[in-house]
């Protein structure tokens, strides 16, 4: 299959999903997002939605833009940070046959990750090929062998790639995904990786940064993980691993 092929897939993917109406959002807000009477921090919390949970936009109100900080850099006890920051909006949403005010930074198109909690209190989390497959369907897998190593690349209905290499000692995956916002880029790395969770927790997570524009990276333990953009349509995520 063709890079050009691939990359016809893609650029069709988008002008798809341009082309429809998006009505509902998905609640990605582990820990739940809190509804508000007013578009603002200040406005009193009348309510919250659990994570998955699906909304309906009615309005964006003026001057109702904000700045929400994910991942605070006085973590860096645990983590070397910039501050890892989500821009939005207070936006107005229509819950039941009234309306409440929440920061759609946790909102987004996507579907939720799937996200269980063992009798431990562990939290269990979808892999990337498990999430694609479950949200976008295969349309094709192919699998190669040179000596110890083994590509699995799987292309998803709606055009994203992912590559998956297993080697003696290291593997890792690349992804090549229809271009997303920044929010929704970290979302769905937050959503299958844990970041916050993991920095929560204070588990090895040594480093973590995002760049303006340009993507965002962490370290975590053996893995490394780098998102960027590649283009005006595509968003291309890395992550390698030692063992």
């Known amino acids: 299959m063709t890079i050009k092929y691939l990359l016809t897939i893609l650029i069709s993917s988008i002008t798809l999903s341009l082309s429809a109406q998006i009505d509902t959002l998905y609640v990605w807000a582990e820990s739940g997002l809190l509804l508000r009477d007013q578009p603002n921090v200040e406005g009193k919390v009348v309510g919250k939605l659990d994570y998955g949970d699906t909304v309906v936009v009615t309005r964006v109100p003026k001057n109702s833009q904000y700045s929400y900080v994910a991942i605070p850099a006085k973590k860096a006890e645990h983590i070397n940070s910039a501050e890892v920051k989500l821009d939005g909006h207070f936006v107005e949403l229509?819950?039941?046959?009234?309306?409440?005010?929440?920061?759609?930074?946790?909102?987004s198109q996507l579907l939720p990750v799937k996200i269980t909690t063992t009798e431990y209190g562990e939290k269990r989390r979808e892999s990337w090929k498990q999430y694609f497959t479950r949200t976008k369907g295969v349309l094709n897998t192919v699998v190669t062998k040179k000596g110890s190593e083994k590509i699995e690349r799987t292309i998803y209905t709606d055009g994203t790639i992912l590559s998956e290499l297993s080697a003696e000692g290291y593997g890792g995956i690349s992804i090549v995904m229809p271009e997303m916002s920044a929010n929704e880029v970290y979302l769905l790395i937050q959503g299958?990786?844990?970041?916050?969770?993991?920095?929560?927790?204070?588990?090895?997570?040594y480093q973590v940064s995002k760049f303006s524009g340009s993507g965002m990276s962490f370290w975590m333990e053996l893995c490394e993980l780098h998102a960027t953009q590649l283009s005006s349509h595509f968003v291309i995520i890395n992550m390698e691993c030692s063992c």
């Open 94 to 107: 229509a819950i039941g046959d009234s309306t409440a005010f929440a920061f759609d930074g946790y909102l």
């Open 192 to 205: 299958i990786n844990g970041i916050e969770y993991l920095i929560e927790n204070a588990q090895e997570m």
